[in-house]
């Protein structure tokens, strides 16, 4: 036949007759292009949700000068501070020929970062609300009350005096978290008194009668003289 398709590198022959007997040979020599190689030494990120983390691609075969494209956007042969998450190189050389890789860059799962209620979140005043931190390796703490720094509360627990949802940032060697938020309820209760009949009386002897008005209701009573 006229033509062939070969898959196959070597030096393929052919040999060419007309009618009247003449003939030529010709040959050309197909060469393969050595396959790509690709490794990567990757560095993870050393906190959580930082972007310190590396990746340096290793190419070896194929036709150099090579073209490299990652899946970020980049054009470097390597990567720098990188965020966790899955990157993608695909390495073209001169011969048009090209192979990818996929690497991933990990990081330290986040610190659970927790606080509860050391007894009763619904107290009546004067009575109050304790929390307290329970994750560990914290190093600095600050108190929120309803998402505002509260002053001063810096250590990792809090007594709350007034109502509000409360959380705690905790600072680790690796960045910060917020706690979890808990609503405490501290409920006040003005007690007023009403006389019943005149204030002014004559004589010692004469009573005056006194009645408690006050939301919700009493379950004990001290009444005092002055």
Excluded: E, M
Aim: aromatic content about 8%; some cysteine.
């Amino acid at each position: 036949t006229q033509s062939i398709t070969v898959s196959a590198a070597g030096t393929y022959t052919v040999t060419v007759s007309n009618a009247a007997g003449c003939s030529a040979v010709g040959a050309i020599t197909i060469t393969q292009d050595p396959s790509i190689n690709l490794t990567s030494t990757i560095t993870n990120c050393v906190c959580y949700n930082s972007n310190d983390g590396t990746i340096t691609l290793n190419i070896s075969g194929g036709t150099s000068p090579y073209q490299v494209s990652w899946s970020n956007g980049s054009s470097n042969q390597n990567l720098v501070n990188l965020a966790a998450g899955v990157y993608t190189a695909t390495v073209t050389d001169a011969a048009g020929c090209s192979a990818s890789v996929n690497d991933t860059v990990r990081q330290p799962r986040a610190p659970a970062t927790s606080i509860v209620a050391n007894g009763p979140i619904v107290v009546c005043s004067p009575l109050t609300v304790a929390f307290i931190v329970t994750t560990p390796n914290g190093i600095a703490y600050q108190w929120q009350r309803n998402q505002v720094n509260i002053p001063g509360a810096i250590q990792s627990s809090y007594t709350a005096t007034q109502s509000g949802s409360y959380r705690c940032k905790v600072t680790y060697t690796c960045g910060y978290r917020y706690s979890n938020a808990i609503t405490a309820t501290i409920k006040t209760q003005a007690a007023t008194i009403t006389p019943s009949g005149n204030v002014v009386v004559c004589g010692v002897n004469q009573p005056v009668t006194f009645h408690t008005v006050q939301a919700g209701t009493g379950i004990g009573y001290q009444w005092y003289l002055n």
